[in-house]
């Protein structure tokens, strides 16, 4: 069993990493990009103190080497569930579950809103992993809304177990190109059904499948999270960064504004220590 797991390699995650490895303590970190991609793309920051004029790309590598050179490792993987199992949590990354004592959440802003029905569907024909579930619908209709080209493979893995997936890339150049592949045209709006998800109604058609799956880089806190308490998306915590749900923290973007860098940072470290001090509690 871990101490704790980390979700997301952006600022507060970085700085939540290196706090966790100088307090002694067993984690897991994982997150589906190396670093954040918002924050390597900003061209100037201005306000990090001591490092005036840094790139964002400099920044997040600097933080990032950082934490590797104190031999924090990053696993690749999408975090799709968290559990409490009484005591402890459940974290759900692709097919395999990780066992902790406390989770911290780095996960950043959560830009794709979910579809209408996707929550209320979701281990109902609907589901976030295709190498955890992909094998239920074995010989059957699948239909995948895919969010990054990183997801492809995913997709492709699909179209080699089902009869058929209808494919709705959003973004450009999609290049699936199994043979059982069926490319949608519109945006997604919603998934309806009875009992089970039947359809996904997107602006232009509607698709009827056995199961659908939605790939994309970081799941809705409420959706990650069942029970924890959020507000327009945000995530409420204290200023030790405790949320509702005992053991279960949150830094960075994911809390709400101002969305700062060193804001960012500072708010990984605290959530780094009021872990650790839950831990040694629990212990």
């Keep these: 069993m871990y101490d704790a797991v980390i979700i997301g390699a952006g600022p507060a995650g970085i700085s939540a ?8 303590k067993n984690f897991l970190w994982v997150a589906s990009e190396p670093t954040s991609l918002k924050a390597a793309r900003a061209e100037l920051i201005k306000n990090y103190p001591g490092l005036p004029d840094v790139t964002g790309e400099q920044l997040c590598w600097a933080l990032k080497n950082h934490a590797e050179s104190m031999g924090a490792r990053l696993t690749d993987g999408v975090a799709t569930g968290v559990f409490d199992t009484v005591g402890k949590y459940s974290v759900l990354v692709g097919d395999e579950s990780y066992d902790t004592r406390t989770v911290i959440l780095c996960t950043g802003v959560v830009t794709s809103k979910p579809l209408k029905g996707e929550s209320e569907f979701l281990g109902r024909g609907v589901s976030y992993c295709a190498v955890c579930d992909g094998f239920l619908y074995k010989g059957k209709t699948i239909c995948a809304v895919i969010y990054d080209k990183k997801f492809e493979r995913e997709a492709e893995y699909l179209c080699s177990l ?6 709705l890339p959003m973004y450009k150049n999609c290049n699936i190109s199994a043979q059982n592949a069926r490319f949608v045209d519109g945006k997604p709006l919603e998934i309806s059904g009875g009992l089970r998800a039947e359809t996904l109604k997107t602006s232009s058609t509607s698709v009827s499948a056995d199961g659908f799956f939605v790939l994309r880089a970081s799941v809705a806190p409420a959706t990650l999270v069942k029970g924890i308490e959020t507000e327009g998306g945000r995530i409420i915590a204290d200023r030790k960064c405790a949320t509702n749900l005992a053991g279960v923290f949150a830094a960075g973007d994911c809390t709400g504004a101002p969305y700062q860098y060193a804001k960012a940072v500072g708010e990984g470290n605290v959530a780094a220590h009021s872990a ?3 831990i040694d509690g629990v212990k």
Excluded: D, M, P, T
Aim: charged share 10%; hydrophobic share 60%; glycine share 6%.
């Design 276 to 278: 650790a001090e839950y």
């Design 17 to 24: 990493a290196i706090n966790l490895k100088l307090l002694g």
């Design 162 to 167: 089902a009869h058929a997936v209808y494919v």
